[in-house]
């Protein structure tokens, strides 16, 4: 059975940080491509970052480019997003996912997601 499960999600000043995890299991971790999305409370879920399965190749959405991370752990079957700078408009649930072959921005391409931990900043 496929699990993501994020964690690391709360409430936060704006202009601190925070780190999300996404622990995966029961598939080949290796062989996908993680990404981490967000839904803001009236929005439509938005890309925010993903990484190859080699973690050799990283993209990011504009709007985080140079404050957030991606990272990865083979090891420990474990994708991060270190989150600096924040803004009240990085409050969302962010949510991690994974696909088969090659970095989509569209939520709908992605095969696996996990439930979501909520990030609130505050200003």
């Known amino acids: 059975q496929v699990q993501l499960v994020e964690s690391g999600g709360g409430l936060v000043q704006a202009g601190g940080s925070l780190r999300l995890s996404c622990a995966a299991s029961?598939?080949?971790?290796?062989?996908?491509?993680m990404a981490w999305f967000r839904q803001a409370p009236g929005k439509e879920r938005e890309f925010v970052a993903a990484?190859?399965?080699?973690?050799?190749?990283?993209n990011y959405a504009g709007s985080v480019k140079g404050r957030f991370t991606i990272s990865m752990d083979n090891a420990k079957s474990t994708v991060y997003l270190q989150m600096n700078s924040l803004k009240p408009e990085d409050t969302a649930v962010y949510y991690c996912?994974?696909?088969?072959?090659?970095?989509?921005?569209?939520?709908?391409?992605?095969?696996?997601w996990g439930q979501g931990t909520r990030v609130t900043v505050s200003s």
């Open positions: 990484i190859s399965w080699t973690g050799a190749s990283t």
């Open positions: 996912a994974a696909r088969r072959s090659g970095v989509s921005y569209f939520p709908n391409a992605h095969d696996y």
């Open positions: 029961g598939y080949t971790f290796s062989s996908y491509f």
